[in-house]
């Protein structure tokens, strides 16, 4: 077992130094210097230098005074799965420690802090978790220049969009995520940290999405939390924006970073925090044949908050309308579009000015996703009729005044 | 009111002549010889020509010998309004006469009989209406050596993909739809017919959806019905093969055909015809917050067919994880993905391994609308045990092998 030792191999006709990563593929996967992985399938072993100490040593990092400070919150996810080197076991510690023994690269932008606030899939986060991520958050854009977040990429770009609408805040706010862990020699890992680092502390006061731009390890994108989504279910440049430019792109490993579009900058807003969400509201998908019951069900449930997403420019089928009508009485009716990209417009055909006639929203260029967070937000914080009113009106950027994508 | 007469104008230094269209922008708005439409903002009005007859002469089309026979079958949808010239309504009339009076290219491409099913928007279309309309293209594939099926964008996709499992096919079937009515000087009609005209009497035996490749007048993509979606809510080339290649490209003018990747060639498959479907199959968007309750729901009434739009590589909540199981035991689950991009492959995480323990299928590379479309037609002919079995493999090009996008 040459797993967890530090090795010299020949390869490709070159020399490779590392530490051997657990593999499941067969292949010798290397921890490389760089803190890249690499995999080889054929090699040969030259020589065994030493075993790595699993523990890190701890409270050697001293802080640089030039340096800006960056609090990383981990919520978990594949970018916070840390491999025990020598047991292969996934672990669920995260220190400061851990972080710059695995990235050592980023003591050199900023000094780092860590929490662990989750260490759970990202497919069971709940708004309730929001909530308290958004309040911890809060908590340290008050002592910090900017806040990491770490968390598993499936519903990233829904908490990303919780914590937009719920903070407003002066600094940078960036979560990142990995699409490969970090035992795999193409993880994306180190890179979407690093990327992430240097956004932390550029001039920019809103909630980004920050992951590979291409599936190269060339740049990363931050994307608007209320304007991305998750586009591929394995890929490393997964994320994209949708009807919206990407805010800016980071170079690697140069790190430079080149705006792209508007954006809040450093200092423009004030700290405030709005920690309510209701937790009532749903979000359909229509297809033929689906019938309009499904939203009885709900609205005989409590729910008062409501987001389809209809075909083309917002529809849905004509015997819908009666139903909408009724619920819109007493509740908020956002229209959304399955074609994600493209804006709402009813009032082309029959189906949509019959729609906005019963009183159901147009969702302008929402994302569907977006639009589910935005009625949790507003209905929690104003009430019904006051979210009626704001739905339609661009707040943080998740709605784009012309839609030129 | 110059609407429906033919008129000579001198706009941006040169001369056009065609028949004025109604406008609602205030622009006037010319159907030129080549049955295109022209909007100008300035123009000077040189000569009233004539007025243009609202009728067009029928039976006056003689057939060709030399060229093939295609049948096209109107469904409604933006393609198949016409204005009347004179009083710029909406007419819902459709016959050879007015398309290729309309389109007058397409008689060099082949004879053209033309049948109306349906004057309906796509949003109304339900599993009843795919029956029927796989039922006439059947019988009209017996006679015609191609079929067009003019069909609204909205849910042109769920057509497609109900026609092309419920019919196994030796001639081209193609689904033809316009963004822009023909009344705007933007209209892909034409073209978009003109194209899929081709495509009708090429080398090719499967159902097709023919549209705009790019924002330009210069190519339409064949894309496969079973692997085709609206990705935009207004844009001309809205359709986008997800997880495959377009089958073709059609250039235009020239209507020159490359084939972009494999295809059931002309003649290779029988012409048979199963016109079961199942209605009680429910597509359901997972989203943090959403209870399982939902899947209860829908199988207290009667659905035993439920594709699940989960997040990443197919997941939900660890919470939903019981209900699966129960409802798998007289039920099929299958899971697909909201990414829409990607592979399912629950193989890699905790959630995903208990949700193949509980019995939910992958949907492997199938688009969400495509697996409930497939579950309709599997379980609506086979039952829910051998459906459990099909579901998996690929039928008609809506799984592909790899997933190199």
């Known amino acids: 077992m040459l797993t967890g030792k530090r090795v010299k191999i020949k390869a490709k006709g070159k020399i490779f130094e590392g530490i051997v990563m657990p593999s499941f593929t067969g292949n010798l996967v290397l921890k490389l210097d760089s803190g890249y992985n690499a995999g080889f399938c054929e090699y040969e072993l030259i020589e065994v230098l030493e075993e790595v100490k699993t523990q890190i040593r701890g409270a050697e990092i001293s802080k640089r005074e030039d340096l800006p400070n960056v609090k990383i919150i981990s919520t978990g996810g594949t970018i916070a799965s840390r491999v025990d080197y020598r047991t292969g076991a996934v672990t669920s510690q995260f220190t400061a420690e851990e972080i710059i023994s695995d990235v050592p690269e980023i003591a050199e932008i900023c000094n780092v802090d860590a929490e662990l606030l989750y260490n759970i899939l990202s497919e069971n986060m709940k708004p309730n978790n929001w909530i308290e991520l958004a309040r911890r958050v809060y908590e340290a854009l008050k002592k910090y220049d900017g806040v990491i977040i770490t968390h598993g990429t499936d519903t990233m770009h829904y908490s990303a969009s919780a914590v937009a609408f719920m903070l407003s805040t002066p600094k940078p706010v960036v979560f990142v995520g990995a699409q490969r862990s970090s035992d795999r020699p193409s993880s994306d890992a180190a890179m979407n940290l690093l990327c992430s680092a240097k956004l932390s502390i550029s001039d920019v006061g809103e909630v980004l999405v920050c992951m590979h731009g291409s599936t190269s390890d060339d740049f990363c994108y931050a994307h608007r939390g209320v304007k991305v989504r998750k586009m591929h279910t394995s890929r490393r440049d997964a994320f994209h924006s949708i009807n919206a430019k990407p805010v800016a792109r980071i170079d690697y490993p140069s790190l430079n970073v080149e705006w ?23 979000l359909i998908k229509f297809f033929p044949g689906l019938g309009s019951d499904l939203i009885e069900y709900f609205h005989s449930k409590g729910y008062r908050g409501f987001v389809i997403e209809g075909t083309g420019l917002g529809h849905v089928s004509t015997d819908w309308i009666e139903t909408l009508k009724k619920i819109c009485e007493d509740s908020i009716v956002v229209m959304t579009s399955q074609c994600l990209y493209g804006r709402i417009c009813d009032r082309v055909y029959d189906t949509g000015r019959d729609l906005l006639k019963a009183g159901v929203i147009e969702g302008e260029d929402l994302l569907p996703e977006t639009a589910l967070i935005k009625l949790m937000f507003l209905i929690g914080n104003y009430g019904i009729e006051k979210a009626k009113k704001l739905v339609k009106i661009n707040l943080v950027g998740e709605i784009e005044s012309r839609s030129d994508y």
């Open 260 to 282: 792209l579009s508007w954006r809040f900058k450093r200092g423009e807003r004030d700290l405030k925090l709005f920690d309510k969400l209701e937790e009532k509201v749903v």
